[in-house]
């Protein structure tokens, strides 16, 4: 089994910055390729960014391509989630997710262990 704690959500303005953290525990955290996921009211969970187990590579969803960046600190058994220039259409419960297997995923059925979630809200 795999624990996942995220944190760092909050309220933030539209076009500001907020960095998300989800530290593992229980298993060998560098065996796993982690993900970002949201899920805003009414809508479906939707892909934000995924990382292989090196952290050499990594994938991400079209609608954050280009302001999101994901990370992870093996040692520190931490995935990390930067969002810059946020905005209104960003606020959702963030999830961090983490399978075992060799490739990232965009697909949440892939993945068997989850956080509890940390919301993010924009104003706008």
């Known amino acids: 089994q795999v624990q996942l704690v995220e944190s760092g959500g909050g309220l933030v303005q539209a076009g500001g910055s907020l960095r998300l953290s989800c530290v593992a525990s229980?298993?060998?955290?560098?065996?796993?390729?982690m993900a970002w996921f949201r899920q805003a009211p009414g809508k479906e969970r939707e892909f934000v960014a995924a990382i292989s187990r090196s952290g050499g590579i990594t994938s991400t969803g079209k609608s954050v391509k280009g302001r999101f960046t994901i990370s992870r600190d093996n040692a520190k058994n931490t995935v990390f989630l930067q969002m810059n220039s946020l905005k209104a259409e960003d606020t959702a419960v963030y999830y961090c997710a983490g399978r075992q297997g060799p490739g990232t995923s965009d697909s949440e059925l892939r993945y068997d262990y989850w956080g509890q979630g940390t919301q993010v809200t924009v104003s706008s």
């Open positions: 229980g298993r060998t955290f560098s065996n796993y390729v």
